[in-house]
Each structure stands twice: as C-alpha cells, then as structure tokens.
C-alpha cells in the first residue's frame, strides 16, 4: 500500500492531474502552552513537551515502551545507513525522468537514509492569519514540513485540523527554478521533483520507513503572538505516514540551509538551546542568543560524513569516580553524534561493555533482570530505588556530564529497570534519555556545544 500512494501521488503530482495548492498567494496545560511560547530581543522561546506527558499537544501515549525501543532501533539504523553510505546510493533521476519522460517520474519507492522524527514536541503559528499546529522537534532533521489540506494521497491522524493554504493570504508554493528547491537534495537527502506547472516536489523519508511527499512552500512563521520570519521555506505534506503520533508535522534543526535554524540565524543568531523534559514536566526550546556562563562546553566537531548533524567527540566515563579501563582509540574511531531523537545512548561496543560490567558490579546486592528489548543490563526494582553509582560522560577538552541516576536508568516496567545505554554500530548517538533535565546548547556560530543541570526549573 505504501509503494501504490508513493507511485501514485508521484505520477499524480508531476503530470499535472494533482494541481499545486496554490502557485499564487487539556485547559490548563493549553494556557501554559501559548504563555510561554514568545519571542523577544533575545530570541524565540517554545514550551517543550515529552510526547507522553500530560500537557503533550500532540500525544503518543498509544505507543508502548517496547514500541519506542522498536522505533529508536529503526531511527539508530536511518543514522547508521545515513552516515555510512556512499554518496553515489543517494543519486536519484527524478530530475531528468521530469523533463524528459513526465508521465514516469516517481519519488523513491523505498526508504531514504535520512533521519527519523524527534519526539519532543512544541507548537508554531503558520500563516497570515497564524494557525497552531504541534510539532515534533528534531535535531537530525533539516526540512521542516506539515500536514496540508486538502491531504491528496495520505495523512496520519493529528491533534487540530490541517493546515489550510488557501485560507492563509501570504502562502505561495515554491518554483522549481528556485535556490530552495534545488536545496532539497542537500536537506532531504532525496531529489527534488517538478510538478507541470512547475511547482517543486520534496520528499523527506526516514530510517524508520515514515515519509512526507508535497509542495515545497513559504508562509509566514509566528512564535507566540509575533511574526517571526517572512517567507519561511517548509514544506505542505500531502502524503504523510508513519511515527509522528498527533503531530502535524516536524521541525528541522540540523545545520543545512533550510532547517528552521538556519532560516532564522540571520535574524537571532545561529545558536539554540532546549531542555529535554520528563513526561511530568514542562521543558523550553529557545533559537538566539544565551548566557555561556552557565555551561560546561566541548567542541562541535566536522565530520565528513554529514554536514548537518552535530558532532561530538567522547574521551572518557567514570563509574563510581573511576575511569573505565578502554583506549582513547575506542571513543575516537566512532563516530559520535549528539540527537534529540534517539531515545537510548549508543556507546562503542567495548565502551558499553565495561560501562555494563562497572555498573552491575557496583549495583551486585541488586537481583538482576532479563534483558528488555535493546537494553541488556537490568536489575529489579526502580531506578529511584537503586543506589546507583555515579556516572560522568566526559568530552573532548574535559568538559564532564554528571548524570543523575534518572538519566542513567529507565524503568521499562513496574518491576525492572535497565541501564539506558546500548552497544552501537558504526555509530555512536548521545540519546535523549541521558539529556532529560539539563540545559543544552548548540552554539553553531561558535562551534561548540554546551551543557548544564537543571535546565528545565
């Protein structure tokens, strides 16, 4: 069925039968939302919600944790395949097959090998007037696109109704001719298409088999109350399935030119902070300037194998103030990378396998538990029971991350909790489940990613 709507609304959208949309222009938790959802001299701030919290504008309370961990391995491995594979498995014809063979143009039938959806979510005002929408937030991610009516092909169930373009008066659809549209292929990992009447076609596909298909377009963005960008580029989804709960779409904020911090960076600065919450809690999402005061920083470092992820190098973990017993050479010959939708940290594997062995050793007066899905090291009880050692992820430059044992440890049921690291591949991820509570910011002008506890009091 997936296969039919991707080669169907490919063939619909390029030969002209589905026309562009337009080629011309919980009550208390709901006031805390647009309360705090502002922009001033300082930069734009969002509320920041965990999916499964109880002010989530756009649950994913349907989704059990095994099916999070099922997920999470589905996204680690769009992060494998994206940074592993060669350039060359990437090219795609859509381009000539649109000018010289229209009728046979399709977007790829099969999985990209970008990244799959965050999910932290947040809320953005679209359009002129402004509409609401929920949003997943996503640092691996470039484009950020929405559900739009009317949905041609697909849409996934969402908290609201759709977006609606013909209601917004400065809505136009983007050309085919244009810098932004040939910016796809950078972005999405996936070439841009062209409709009949020359409208640009994205397509943003995911390791975790989730894709969004439709016109590449610009509004105006608003934070809050206030406009906060003119002829913001996204794109109108009009065949959109997979993981993204309620959300009505996702928010971009990896490093390439059309991601929502990139667009914004001119005007605010190309800097942004959050604070991961806790489903029992409220965190923040701020794109501008910020206090360095407050963080412990380490190097953002280049990579050539993505230009838009954001980088990081690990040197050391202390367990109970004692250094694991691995090589410098086992941090530095995996790649790492830092992600807000990765729920499980991924270590090098002999760096997992001696964290495991310190841990089940201090925690050895503990019964031990089977394995839980990925998560391989686990006790009975709860986290909050456990008198867990400390553990300290140090950086590149000496810059240490003490984590509490709620970053540590996550309790899988009633009766087990289980460290919430894993082995990786080729790739090691600093996952959100390690981030919760702390305040972190990625100062991209600067080239350094900072961090400090109690981010989201």
Same mark, same amino acid.
């Given at each position: 069925?997936?296969?039919?709507?991707?080669?169907?609304?490919?063939?619909?959208?390029?030969?002209?039968?589905?026309?562009?949309?337009?080629?011309?222009?919980?009550?208390?938790?709901?006031?805390?939302?647009?309360?705090?959802?502002?922009?001033?001299?300082?930069?734009?701030?969002?509320?920041?919600?965990?999916?499964?919290?109880?002010?989530?504008?756009?649950?994913?309370?349907?989704?059990?944790?095994?099916?999070?961990?099922?997920?999470?391995?589905?996204?680690?491995?769009?992060?494998?395949?994206?940074?592993?594979?060669?350039?060359?498995?990437?090219?795609?014809?859509?381009?000539?097959?649109?000018?010289?063979?229209?009728?046979?143009?399709?977007?790829?039938?099969?999985?990209?090998?970008?990244?799959?959806?965050?999910?932290?979510?947040?809320?953005?005002?679209?359009?002129?007037?402004?509409?609401?929408?929920?949003?997943?937030?996503?640092?691996?991610?470039?484009?950020?696109?929405?559900?739009?009516?009317?949905?041609?092909?697909?849409?996934?169930?969402?908290?609201?109704?759709?977006?609606?373009?013909?209601?917004?008066?400065?809505?136009?659809?983007?050309?085919?001719?244009?810098?932004?549209?040939?910016?796809?292929?950078?972005?999405?990992?996936?070439?841009?298409?062209?409709?009949?009447?020359?409208?640009?076609?994205?397509?943003?596909?995911?390791? %975790? /088999?989730?894709?969004?298909?439709?016109? =590449?377009?610009? $509004?105006?963005? &608003?934070?809050? @109350? #206030?406009?906060?960008?003119?002829?913001?580029?996204?794109?109108?989804?009009?065949?959109?399935?997979?993981?993204?709960?309620?959300?009505?779409?996702?928010?971009?904020?990896?490093?390439?030119?059309?991601?929502?911090?990139?667009?914004?960076?001119?005007?605010?600065?190309?800097?942004?902070?959050?604070?991961?919450?806790?489903?029992?809690?409220?965190?923040?999402?701020?794109?501008?300037?910020?206090?360095?005061?407050?963080?412990?920083?380490?190097?953002?470092?280049?990579?050539?194998?993505?230009?838009?992820?954001?980088?990081?190098?690990?040197?050391?973990?202390?367990?109970?103030?004692?250094?694991?017993?691995?090589?410098?050479?086992?941090?530095?010959?995996?790649?790492?990378?830092? %992600? /807000?939708?990765?729920?499980?940290?991924? =270590?090098?594997? $002999?760096?997992? &396998?001696?964290? @495991? #062995?310190?841990?089940?050793?201090?925690?050895?007066?503990?019964?031990?538990?089977?394995?839980?899905?990925?998560?391989?090291?686990?006790?009975?009880?709860?986290?909050?029971?456990?008198?867990?050692?400390?553990?300290?992820?140090?950086?590149?430059?000496?810059?240490?991350?003490?984590?509490?044992?709620?970053?540590?440890?996550?309790?899988?049921?009633?009766?087990?909790?289980?460290?919430?690291?894993?082995?990786?591949?080729?790739?090691?991820?600093?996952?959100?489940?390690?981030?919760?509570?702390?305040?972190?910011?990625?100062?991209?002008?600067?080239?350094?990613?900072?961090?400090?506890?109690?981010?989201?009091?």
């Amino acid at each position: 069925m997936r296969v039919v709507f991707f080669l169907l609304f490919s063939l619909l959208l390029l030969s002209g039968v589905v026309s562009p949309l337009r080629d011309i222009p919980h009550s208390s938790c709901s006031s805390k939302l647009h309360e705090h959802q502002h922009m001033n001299s300082s930069g734009v701030h969002f509320t920041l919600h965990h999916p499964r919290g109880p002010c989530s504008p756009a649950s994913l309370q349907e989704l059990s944790f095994s099916d999070v961990l099922q997920h999470d391995v589905l996204r680690v491995s769009g992060l494998t395949s994206r940074l592993t594979t060669t350039k060359h498995r990437h090219r795609h014809r859509a381009s000539s097959l649109a000018t010289n063979h229209p009728s046979l143009v399709s977007v790829p039938l099969t999985p990209g090998s970008s990244l799959g959806v965050g999910n932290y979510i947040t809320k953005i005002g679209l359009g002129t007037p402004a509409s609401y929408f929920s949003m997943v937030v996503d640092t691996g991610s470039s484009l950020t696109w929405l559900q739009c009516s009317p949905c041609r092909i697909s849409c996934h169930d969402q908290s609201g109704p759709l977006f609606d373009p013909s209601a917004s008066s400065t809505y136009h659809s983007v050309p085919c001719s244009s810098a932004e549209c040939s910016g796809l292929q950078s972005a999405t990992l996936n070439p841009s298409a062209c409709s009949s009447s020359h409208v640009c076609i994205y397509e943003a596909s995911y390791g %975790d /088999s989730s894709f969004s298909v439709g016109y =590449l377009s610009k $509004d105006t963005l &608003t934070i809050g @109350s #206030s406009p906060a960008l003119s002829g913001f580029t996204y794109g109108c989804g009009q065949d959109n399935e997979g993981l993204f709960g309620h959300s009505a779409g996702l928010i971009g904020l990896a490093k390439d030119k059309l991601s929502l911090l990139s667009q914004l960076a001119p005007k605010l600065g190309n800097a942004f902070s959050y604070c991961l919450p806790t489903m029992s809690s409220t965190g923040s999402l701020s794109i501008g300037s910020y206090d360095p005061s407050h963080f412990v920083f380490t190097p953002l470092v280049k990579s050539s194998l993505d230009n838009s992820l954001y980088f990081v190098k690990l040197s050391g973990i202390k367990v109970g103030g004692k250094v694991l017993s691995v090589p410098a050479s086992t941090y530095s010959d995996t790649p790492t990378i830092i %992600d /807000s939708g990765t729920v499980i940290t991924r =270590l090098p594997p $002999d760096v997992y &396998t001696e964290l @495991s #062995s310190a841990v089940s050793n201090a925690l050895s007066k503990y019964p031990s538990a089977p394995a839980y899905s990925l998560l391989d090291t686990c006790f009975k009880g709860s986290a909050a029971g456990l008198a867990a050692p400390e553990v300290v992820v140090v950086f590149e430059g000496g810059a240490e991350w003490n984590l509490a044992t709620r970053n540590v440890f996550i309790d899988v049921d009633d009766g087990t909790t289980c460290l919430a690291f894993a082995s990786a591949g080729r790739v090691a991820i600093i996952g959100n489940r390690l981030q919760q509570t702390f305040k972190v910011v990625y100062d991209v002008a600067n080239s350094k990613l900072g961090f400090a506890a109690g981010g989201c009091g």
